[in-house]
Nanobody
């Protein structure tokens, strides 16, 4: 049984930074972050492969966000820098047993409850 618990959301000013954490119980092959803002579709943010740390990013966050994992703590992080108001959303951690079409939410079987990120301008 896989469980994902996000933490670290909050309010930050535009240009600021925030680090999200996803505590993982159980085993998955891929962990990813998605986000969803009010009135918008869920959007892929970044993914990481547990075995070797290989990563994949959405163009909208490339160069600003970094996904990483700590195998000893069974935790995945999303370091977010240079935050923009358009980054505001509920951020979800998702787990998959495959490394395939990482950008597609349909590939992920496990989802956390989400953590709110608010960016003030």
């Amino acid at each position: 049984q896989v469980q994902l618990v996000e933490s670290g959301g909050g309010l930050v000013q535009a240009g600021g930074s925030l680090r999200l954490s996803c505590a993982v119980t159980g085993r998955t092959f891929t962990l990813a972050w998605f986000r969803q803002a009010p009135g918008r579709e869920r959007e892929f943010v970044a993914a990481i492969r547990w075995s070797d740390g290989n990563t994949y990013y959405a163009d909208s966050v490339k160069g600003r966000f970094t996904i990483s994992r700590d195998n000893a703590k069974n935790t995945v992080y999303l370091e977010m820098n240079s935050l923009k108001p358009e980054d505001a959303a509920v951020y979800y951690c998702a787990g998959s047993h495959v490394w395939l079409r990482q950008w597609s939410g349909a590939m992920y079987k496990y989802w956390g409850q989400g953590t709110q990120v608010t960016v003030s301008s």
